[in-house]
């Protein structure tokens, strides 16, 4: 694969980054989602995007990006987790703080994977 095959590849509206999916499945096992854990975990061990040999960060795991061939059920599940985080860390005032923004970039990057 060429770099510019795997550009086209995790810029997919169905691909996301190792850091997304981990944290992802850290919020499902703290809400003791463990089946959709499990399916989670099997994106992350079967569903990995090869990078092509010149990469400049191949060992690097931020770099690196899964397919998500999950349910739209799941996914939307997955959705309301994070839309939760989100309101429940709006300031007082109904202010947008920033762990708000960071939920909700959440949100926006599971919605790409739900449009699809």
């Given at each position: 694969?060429?770099?510019?095959?795997?550009?086209?590849?995790?810029?997919?509206?169905?691909?996301?980054?190792?850091?997304?999916?981990?944290?992802?499945?850290?919020?499902?096992?703290?809400?003791?989602?463990?089946?959709?854990?499990?399916?989670?975990?099997?994106?992350?061990?079967?569903?990995?995007?090869?990078?092509?040999?010149?990469?400049?960060?191949?060992?690097?795991?931020?770099?690196?990006?899964?397919?998500?061939?999950?349910s739209s059920d799941d996914v939307e599940k997955?959705?309301?987790?994070?839309?939760?985080?989100?309101?429940?860390?709006?300031?007082?005032d109904g202010e947008t703080t920033p762990t708000?923004?960071?939920?909700?970039?959440?949100?926006?990057?599971w919605n790409k994977i739900a449009e699809s």
């Amino acid at each position: 694969m060429n770099a510019e095959e795997y550009k086209s590849l995790v810029n997919q509206p169905d691909v996301l980054d190792n850091t997304t999916l981990n944290i992802t499945l850290k919020e499902l096992v703290s809400r003791q989602d463990f089946e959709l854990a499990e399916s989670l975990k099997r994106v992350l061990e079967n569903n990995k995007i090869d990078k092509p040999d010149l990469h400049s960060k191949l060992y690097d795991t931020s770099s690196t990006y899964y397919k998500v061939d999950l349910s739209s059920d799941d996914v939307e599940k997955i959705i309301d987790i994070f839309f939760d985080l989100d309101a429940a860390h709006v300031g007082e005032d109904g202010e947008t703080t920033p762990t708000a923004s960071f939920y909700a970039s959440f949100v926006d990057k599971w919605n790409k994977i739900a449009e699809s």
